[in-house]
């Protein structure tokens, strides 16, 4: 057999026709552990962002195959929605499934969508879009506008700790060496490790427990990277038909995160 048969190239312009799934049941001493590091009360309803974790294996396995057009370590994770079209409990077995669509070109490179999807009950209850962008030297959709509006009114102050980018790889699988430690940080080209995106965007929907709807949807831009340890202040605040929320650096209002919850017009049966 021919060896070079066996080896996969990269096809920066494609994107792998395939999706994987899996079954998975719930853990429920690691939905608590996720809940402590993320803020959340400990309850059997899953956050909005846990199946993202139970989902992210899959998403790693499509993204290290040859057939991908990218190289892990050189993504960045921009934004992110999530569709929870009715609450989901512990105890229900979910069926998962992962694939990558929406090759677009972006200012600064070229971005991909991971979707992921749980079905319970023999219909889908939760979707997931996570944006990697891709850099590169030349993007091709042209100059992005360097802006920085005021932050918003804080309605709370975190004291982010220096590990949490460990506890928060424990919990989420998530073991990028960029969140680790300062010294894995340096190597890949940031002073002090950084939070995870995902783990901002869990902690602002912990701040918002009690006033989240049964059916909504989240979506979120992750901005500049949130050094660690770091203090950072959080704002919510009702904006037309959407409930805003930010995160940004308590002395100096650089953004780390932007988002909108959009209640669904009726939770799914």
């Known amino acids: 057999m021919n060896p070079l048969r066996l080896v996969r190239i990269r096809r920066p312009d494609e994107l792998p026709e395939r999706e994987l ?8 001493e690691h939905l608590a552990a996720y809940d402590r590091v993320c803020g959340f009360r400990l309850r059997d309803e899953l956050p909005a962002t846990y199946p993202h974790v139970l989902a992210f294996p899959l998403a790693m396995e499509l993204m290290a ?19 929870q079209l009715r609450p989901l409990d512990a105890g229900e077995p979910l069926g998962l499934r992962v694939w990558a669509e929406n090759l677009a070109t972006h200012p600064r490179g070229r971005t991909v969508d991971i979707v992921a999807e749980a079905c319970a009950g023999g219909a889908v209850a939760w979707r997931d879009r996570s944006t990697y962008l891709r ?3 030349a993007g091709k959709g042209g100059s ?9 009114a804080a309605s709370a102050e975190w004291r982010v700790p220096g590990d949490i980018g460990r506890r928060y790889a424990a919990v989420s ?8 430690s300062g010294l894995s940080a340096r190597l890949l080209g940031q002073p002090r490790a950084i939070a995870h995106g995902m ?8 701040a918002l427990q009690g006033t989240l709807p049964a059916a909504y949807t989240v979506e979120a831009a992750f901005k500049l990277p949130l050094p660690l340890p770091a203090t950072v202040a959080f704002a919510a605040w009702p904006q037309e038909a959407e409930r805003r929320f930010a995160v940004h650096d308590a002395r100096s209002g650089k953004p780390h995160l932007t988002g909108a919850v959009t209640v669904a017009a009726s939770p799914a049966a």
């Not at 190289?71 to 934004?79: K, Y």
Request: charged share 35%.
């Open 21 to 28: 799934t899996r079954k998975v049941s719930v853990d429920r």
């Open 65 to 83: 195959a040859r057939d991908f057009p990218f190289g892990v370590l050189g993504l960045v994770h921009v934004a992110n929605q999530i569709e």
């Open 135 to 137: 850099r590169e030297r």
């Open 144 to 152: 992005e506008p360097r802006r920085r509006e005021d932050p918003p």
């Open 173 to 180: 699988g998530d073991r990028n060496p960029i969140h680790l």
């Open 199 to 206: 783990w901002t965007l869990a902690r602002s929907l912990a």
